[in-house]
């Protein structure tokens, strides 16, 4: 490991509104983030956040700063973290593993996963902050209204009688098997009344209850957890427990149901991942938890929780508590966290002084990792796809396979040695490694910038080829000296997402050649251009010499490449002309059979483009008459039925009966996933949720 020196830097979080807990209500917090710089490249850097809880961690200690600069001294001279002195200090611990780790991958995407590659999300539950009754309805009301299938509530610090009706409001409107519901009693209980109460909360289907009795009862607690109706789930019955003997003893002698982990709390990392192997030596359940962190500790803990793959909801949905939060790509959709890696990371003004970085210097270092990967003497590379044909997963393709298709691009576009081509793409993405390919296969010079919203923001340098997603160029639009710079780009290349009417209107009559690729990572990258702007823009792809296109039985794309082992069959549903080019109409797994007709959900969004000015999608939901009923979900935040009844004529109009939505649903958002495609299952589960208070028409 590189020699490093390492900086302490306080920070005050300043919460958007009090947070009530079992501990009091927080207005703000103190956290430290400790931030390790290489002694021989001032932008090499690793940032972790200690965060101890004031009145409940056990290292909440009046001279916190002075342990832990001392442990950064002798982590700075010992070139390791010392894990045994460090147990007694948990959130010390847990930001010096986070900045050793961040140090060592040089990326916010810790470990390798599908999280991290932003193709999969974690599962999380909503909570319900503390507070009086009618506060913690509306609560429950938003989080129900955004999709949560998992609630938990704290409970104990209004009336039990007032809790218990809140929890029966839930379900009247849903059941066990579609809302799970947990509890978090936060030690309120006393054990002479425990039992009598974990009886009543159980006749409402509670998943489990977390610390019923206050900690330290280990015999109260133990036979509660033998004798409740509702499993039970420590928390911070762990705190103070730092050593493997003691975590076993704990274990077997309360023998709970369920343990929650918050690393900060609970050893960091390596302590809790000891506490999740003794877990499961004793058939314990277990889920993840942050403890009100930044979003430094927060992508951590959800980093470190994906490398477990537990399907379990679980508690990492805090990081947007903060008015000051650190920019990280963060972000819940629905009933779920995402990490994004396209969004900006540390890009603020604020972010950037506070932590003294160069913005661009992250990505910079993983670019030249994978000009080292692409440069040794191994002819294969392993890619993540995005499920274009199936379940996303990983493939292993030849580096001479990659040449050929970036071949292939720089000739259709005609690209030359020295031309200047701009990288703003993540290099997790088959599109951020291609574009690396055909620079180095051609010669060009690259200009980096980080993956952002904003990709020309600072951009000087006259560009003649780039490659964005629909994203970044709706965004670049919206700011009218990143139009003109987008409008000097001589080729741009838009991909990995669907670009909208809208869109391709405002692109129309740029004077630059602007082409919609068609790809994905099987393909390795595009493998047909089609032009949206000028007088030669088409809806059809045409194809590059040398490739083959058929259609299956089900009319799905399949393609033959010259480089490609074997003929390829997409999820796609096309049309192919004599000549070769070809148009998508959707996809096999997005066509509804209702009443027996099958309609194509993208063909139906693209002919309501001429009735909605607003984001909204076509999903639908189990129907005993029809199979399925077309749903159709709209941005629209006033749900008044007046609004919806005019759109609705206004569709049947335009649109056939058989095609005519059975039922609209005004949304707050819709759905999408990282690469800012339409999420269809979320969509699906959305309707599903809203549909049992709505009805088909």
């Given at each position: 490991m590189k020699p490093f020196t390492v900086e302490i830097i306080p920070h005050i979080l300043r919460f958007k509104q009090p947070a009530g807990t079992s501990r009091g209500t927080y207005t703000e917090r103190k956290v430290w983030y400790v931030k390790f710089t290489a002694k021989d490249d001032p932008t090499h850097i690793g940032i972790g956040e200690c965060a101890p809880l004031p009145d409940l961690s056990c290292d909440d200690l009046p001279d916190y700063e002075a342990i832990l600069s001392d442990f950064c001294r002798q982590t700075v001279a010992n070139g390791v973290i010392d894990t045994e002195a460090l147990r007694v200090y948990p959130s010390i611990l847990f930001g010096l593993e986070t900045a050793f780790r961040h140090f060592q991958t040089q990326s916010f995407a810790l470990w390798d996963t599908p999280f991290s590659q932003g193709s999969h999300g974690i599962p999380i539950n909503g909570l319900i902050w503390m507070g009086d009754s009618s506060k913690m309805l509306s609560q429950i009301e938003d989080k129900l209204v955004a999709g949560f299938r998992c609630i938990k509530l704290k409970i104990g610090t209004i009336r039990f009688?007032?809790?218990?009706?809140?929890?029966?409001?839930?379900?009247?409107?849903?059941?066990?098997?579609?809302?799970?519901?947990?509890?978090?009693?936060?030690?309120?209980?006393?054990?002479?009344?425990?039992?009598?109460?974990?009886?009543?909360?159980?006749?409402?289907?509670?998943?489990?209850?977390?610390?019923?009795?206050?900690?330290?009862?280990?015999?109260?607690?133990?036979?509660?957890?033998?004798?409740?109706?509702?499993?039970?789930?420590?928390?911070?019955?762990?705190?103070?427990?730092?050593?493997?003997?003691?975590?076993?003893?704990?274990?077997?002698?309360?023998?709970?149901?369920?343990?929650?982990?918050?690393?900060?709390?609970?050893?960091?990392?390596?302590?809790?991942?000891?506490?999740?192997?003794?877990a499961e030596q004793v058939r314990a359940g277990w889920w993840i938890t942050s403890a009100l962190e930044s979003n430094i500790g927060l992508n951590a803990i959800a980093q470190w929780c994906a490398t477990h793959e537990n399907p379990l909801p679980q508690g990492l949905g805090t990081g947007a508590l903060f008015v000051n939060n650190i920019s990280l790509p963060l972000e819940v959709r629905r009933d779920s966290l995402w990490f994004a890696p396209l969004q900006p990371i540390l890009n603020t003004d604020s972010d950037r002084q506070l932590?003294?970085?160069?913005?661009?210097?992250?990505?910079?270092?993983?670019?030249?990792?994978?000009?080292?990967?692409?440069?040794?003497?191994?002819?294969?590379?392993?890619?993540?796809?995005?499920?274009?044909?199936?379940?996303?997963?990983?493939?292993?393709?030849?580096?001479?396979?990659?040449?050929?298709?970036?071949?292939?691009?720089?000739?259709?576009?005609?690209?030359?040695?020295?031309?200047?081509?701009?990288?703003?793409?993540?290099?997790?993405?088959?599109?951020?490694?291609?574009?690396?390919?055909?620079?180095?296969?051609?010669?060009?010079?690259?200009?980096?910038?980080?993956?952002?919203?904003?990709?020309?923001?600072?951009?000087?340098?006259?560009?003649?080829?780039?490659?964005?997603?629909?994203?970044?160029?709706y965004n670049t639009l919206q700011q009218p000296d990143e139009v003109e710079r987008l409008k000097a780009i001589d080729i741009l290349i838009i991909g990995g997402g669907f670009i909208n009417d809208e869109l391709k209107n405002r692109l129309r009559d740029f004077p630059n050649k602007i082409y919609a690729t068609y790809g994905m990572t099987e393909t390795l990258s595009h493998i047909a251009l089609r032009r949206?702007?000028?007088?030669?823009?088409?809806?059809?792809?045409?194809?590059?010499?040398?490739?083959?296109?058929?259609?299956?039985?089900?009319?799905?794309?399949?393609?033959?490449?010259?480089?490609?082992?074997?003929?390829?069959?997409?999820?796609?549903?096309?049309?192919?002309?004599?000549?070769?080019?070809?148009?998508?109409?959707?996809?096999?797994?997005?066509?509804?059979?209702?009443?027996?007709?099958?309609?194509?959900?993208?063909?139906?969004?693209?002919?309501?483009?001429l009735v909605i000015d607003t984001p909204y999608a076509i999903t639908s939901v189990s129907d005993p008459r029809l199979g399925e009923a077309i749903v159709l979900l709209v941005e629209n935040e006033k749900t008044n039925s007046p609004s919806m009844d005019m759109l609705y004529a206004q569709i049947c109009r335009q649109i056939p009966t058989h095609q005519q939505p059975k039922m609209i649903i005004p949304v707050a958002n819709i759905p999408l996933t990282a690469t800012g495609k339409i999420d269809r299952k979320a969509c699906k589960n959305l309707a599903f949720i809203h549909s049992k208070s709505s009805s088909i028409r």
């Open positions: 009688e007032e809790e218990l009706e809140l929890l029966y409001y839930i379900r009247r409107h849903f059941g066990a098997n579609e809302l799970e519901l947990r509890v978090d009693a936060n030690g309120a209980f006393s054990p002479n009344e425990a039992i009598d109460k974990l009886n009543r909360l159980a006749e409402l289907n509670i998943h489990s209850i977390e610390q019923p009795i206050r900690a330290g009862q280990w015999e109260e607690m133990a036979r509660l957890a033998a004798t409740s109706p509702i499993p039970i789930a420590l928390d911070e019955e762990l705190i103070g427990i730092h050593n493997q003997t003691e975590k076993q003893r704990l274990l077997a002698t309360i023998q709970p149901q369920y343990i929650i982990l918050k690393p900060s709390l609970h050893g960091g990392f390596c302590g809790s991942e000891e506490w999740i192997r003794e932590f003294a970085i160069d913005r661009h210097a992250a990505f910079r270092r993983e670019l030249n990792h994978f000009i080292a990967e692409w440069s040794n003497d191994t002819p294969t590379l392993t890619l993540q796809t995005s499920g274009s044909t199936g379940q996303p997963k990983q493939i292993t393709v030849r580096k001479e396979q990659m040449r050929q298709s970036a071949r292939q691009t720089n000739d259709f576009l005609g690209l030359q040695p020295g031309d200047t081509a701009l990288l703003c793409m993540p290099l997790q993405y088959i599109a951020g490694k291609m574009m690396v390919v055909r620079a180095l296969e051609r010669n060009l010079r690259l200009i980096v910038r980080q993956p952002s919203g904003h990709p020309l923001a600072d951009v000087d340098t006259p560009v003649r080829f780039a490659a964005m997603v629909p994203m970044q160029v949206i702007n000028g007088e030669d823009r088409s809806e059809y792809y045409t194809p590059f010499p040398g490739i083959k296109l058929t259609l299956s039985t089900d009319h799905a794309l399949v393609i033959d490449l010259p480089y490609i082992d074997q003929p390829l069959e997409t999820n796609d549903i096309a049309e192919l002309l004599p000549d070769g080019r070809f148009r998508i109409l959707g996809r096999k797994d997005n066509v509804i059979n209702t009443g027996g007709i099958k309609v194509q959900a993208e063909e139906l969004e693209a002919a309501l483009h």
